[in-house]
T-cell receptor, first 110, second 116 residues
């Protein structure tokens, strides 16, 4: 059974600081997604990573994928308050099911 | 990007009643839609995979007689929570896969169900 583990689950950081969220998964997959969820809202797609070594950046967020290590990272650079949200990684199985990590609740403090 | 619409956005109902939630892909066709449930401060849990023209595939532990799924067309899937109880109160999110793309999923806005 596929397991998707995110670390950390909760993260409080100061504005301007950098941090990395990790997503490990237990079985082979070549598609990984990162989503953002604000309270009471649905998911907002951030990144789709389709191949080993893929790196994508949007603003202060950068995501990478290492399919051999079954690891993806979401790096936050110079955090700002607007980035406060819950971030989920999700891995697609061979049968096209998508399984989510537990989520990382990020709070950026001024 | 592609748009997936859910309706209603929120619903409050009495215990024992049934509630239907609709998930529509507005500008693309989706042979497969997924239904997720999210309890407060938890992740999304896949409930079932809805396939157009065939029976839904339910995840282990999800009662198919309680959560009825119908995918009658390439743009519409419905989830009916039958005889709802307070423990069914949750945030229900659907997603749809565009058959013409790489398979990226597009998520609906979610439907918050509260059962009194």
């Amino acid at each position: 059974e596929l397991k998707v583990e995110q670390n950390p689950l909760f993260l409080s950081m100061q504005e301007g600081k950098n941090y990395t969220i990790y997503c490990n998964y237990s079985t082979t997959s070549d598609r990984l997604y990162w989503y953002r969820q604000d309270p009471g809202k649905s998911l907002e797609s951030l990144f789709v990573l389709l191949s080993n070594g893929a790196v994508k950046q949007e603003g202060r967020l950068m995501a990478s994928l290492d399919t051999k290590a079954r690891l993806s990272t979401l790096h936050i650079t110079a955090a700002v308050h607007d980035l406060s949200a819950t971030y989920f990684c999700a891995v697609v199985l061979n049968n096209n099911d998508m399984r989510f990590g537990a989520g990382t609740r990020l709070t950026v403090k001024p | 990007g592609a748009v997936v619409s859910q309706h209603p956005s929120w619903v409050i109902c009495k215990s024992g009643t049934s509630v239907k939630i609709e998930c529509r892909s507005l500008d693309f066709q989706a042979t497969t839609m997924f239904w997720y449930r999210q309890f407060p401060k938890q992740s999304l849990m896949l409930m079932a995979t809805s396939n157009e023209g065939s029976k839904a595939t339910y995840e282990q532990g999800v009662e198919k007689d309680k959560f009825l799924i119908n995918h009658a067309s390439l743009t519409l899937s419905t989830l009916t929570v039958t005889s709802a109880h307070p423990e069914d109160s949750s945030f229900y999110i659907c997603s749809a896969r565009d058959i013409d793309t790489t398979g990226e999923l597009f998520f609906g806005e979610g439907s918050r169900l509260t059962v009194l």
